[in-house]
DNA sequence: GGAATGATGTACT
DNA sequence: GTACATCATTCCG
């Protein structure tokens, strides 16, 4: 986990890519692949929640790395995100997407009906899936939430982020090539 | 105090 | 492609 989200907010964010995200809930076990996450910066980033300092909504992103940043949007969904950086800084990376690979069947149960390619294609539906909430927010990722790294190296596209008004041109969007598992 | 907005997903035309 | 659910936070007066 450490030598995970070593590095700059922008590393982690390519790094994290083929990592696997592991939840063992207490209804089951689900885990899937990393294939696509963005970048969200403490200086020079609009689009990042750090950019007022903290509030008792974004607290966690300002914990040391390796923590869990979750937070609701839209007033009915949620994301999830890998702190990095040092404590206080104040940047993460948001996961995005994730190839399902253990648990299919739980994650179909927690997303209700849903095309496999469907399960964990965008921020809030791999939370869903993935039996994330709330409770995870400010959660060391080393216990029953963990992510393990990935053996061999990959083949990065960069890209804008997605559905943010400020700093959209920033190229701050990482994806797993050719991936079929991708958001959008 | 009140209004607008947002790192989204789903359903419907 | 467009409409809308739904609410905490943010921004303005």
């Not at 089951?28 to 970048?39: D, I, L, P, Q």
């Not at 950086?85 to 996961?95: N, T």
Request: charged share 25%; glycine share 12%.
């Amino acid at each position: 986990m450490n030598a995970l989200v070593a590095g700059s907010t922008t590393q982690v964010a390519r790094r994290l890519l083929g990592a696997v995200l592991v939840h063992e809930a207490p209804d089951g076990c689900t885990s899937g692949r990393v294939v696509e996450t963005e970048a969200y910066l403490s200086k020079g980033d609009e689009a990042s929640h750090s950019r007022m300092g903290t509030t008792p909504r974004n607290a966690s992103m300002f914990l040391a790395a390796g923590h869990a940043y979750v937070y609701r949007i839209y007033g009915m969904h949620h994301c999830f995100n890998v702190v990095t950086g040092p404590v206080g800084e104040g940047e993460a990376v948001l996961l995005r997407a994730l190839e399902p690979l253990e648990g299919l069947e739980l994650m179909r149960e927690r997303r209700g009906r849903s095309r496999e390619l469907d399960l964990c294609s965008g921020p809030a539906k791999l939370v869903q899936a993935m039996g994330i909430g709330p409770q995870h927010d400010g959660a060391q990722l080393d216990g029953r939430l963990r992510l393990d790294l990935r053996a061999s190296r990959v083949e990065v596209d960069v890209g804008p982020r997605i559905g943010v008004t400020r700093g959209a041109a920033l190229p701050l969007r990482f994806r797993l090539r050719g991936s079929v598992w991708c958001s959008r």
